[in-house]
């Protein structure tokens, strides 16, 4: 495993977006089966640092690697495309438990999005300086709230897992980086729109789960 920044120094955290998602072009497409690698046609127009980010063989860092094949590991024992957020058992996960974000995808009217924290792991809380549970996206990451949300809005529309390499400049400490993978699940459960009713299509990812990596310099 790569080594950590001390805790008791603030900082790190996994990102995501504002409020409703601009990126342009984008449309929900069917669940892709995951696995699937950059050059698949569905990303073809996206700028190439996101369909790079959408290639799985990417991920080198152990930590990431150890939850892509956690979650591939649900979604080949699932009946459905993508797993479902009911198969999270944390107890199978204690180690990335600390170190990641659960965000719920709030689908709106002509595929808009909210991204807003379900639960946030013990580390990232303290070094973050407070616990993130319910706070949308914008509210966490302010002015780099653009850059974070186009790597959730991929995970979320195209339904497949997500890398990218950030420093933390959304909380004034860029001199750490960290990476963080993100792995989409439907959530049948409670899937919601935006305006708090139940999603009328749960087959579409309803949770993201946000796993960060520090990078040592």
Same mark, same amino acid.
């Given at each position: 495993m790569t080594a950590e920044p001390p805790v008791s120094l603030p900082g790190t955290a996994a990102g995501s977006s504002p409020g409703v998602s601009t990126a342009p072009g984008l $449309?929900?497409? @069917? #669940? $892709?089966?995951?696995g699937l690698t950059a050059d698949a046609a569905d990303l073809g127009h996206l700028p190439q640092a996101l369909r790079a980010g959408a290639d799985m063989s990417g991920v080198s860092d152990?930590? #990431?690697?150890?939850? !892509?094949d956690w979650w591939r590991g649900l979604a080949t024992v699932s009946a459905l495309p993508l797993p479902d957020r009911a198969q999270i058992d944390p107890a199978a996960i204690t180690d990335l438990l600390p170190y990641c974000i659960l965000w719920d995808v709030l689908h709106g009217p002509n595929d808009t999005r909210l991204y807003r924290c379900r639960l946030a792991g013990t580390i990232l809380c303290e070094v973050y300086g407070?616990? @993130?549970? @319910? !706070?949308? #996206?914008?509210?966490m990451f302010g002015d780099d709230t653009a850059q974070m949300q186009a790597g959730l809005d991929v995970a979320a529309i195209h339904a497949r897992p997500f890398h990218a390499e950030h420093r933390m400049t959304w909380a004034k400490k860029d001199f750490y980086k960290y990476r963080r993978v993100l792995l989409p699940f439907t959530h049948r459960a409670a899937a919601l729109r935006l305006d708090g009713q139940r999603e009328e299509n749960p087959a579409r990812v309803g949770l993201l789960m946000n796993v960060i990596s520090f990078v040592p310099e």
């Open positions: $449309t929900a497409p @069917g #669940l $892709t089966p995951p152990p930590r #990431l690697l150890r939850a !892509l407070r616990d @993130g549970r @319910g !706070l949308m #996206l914008h509210e």
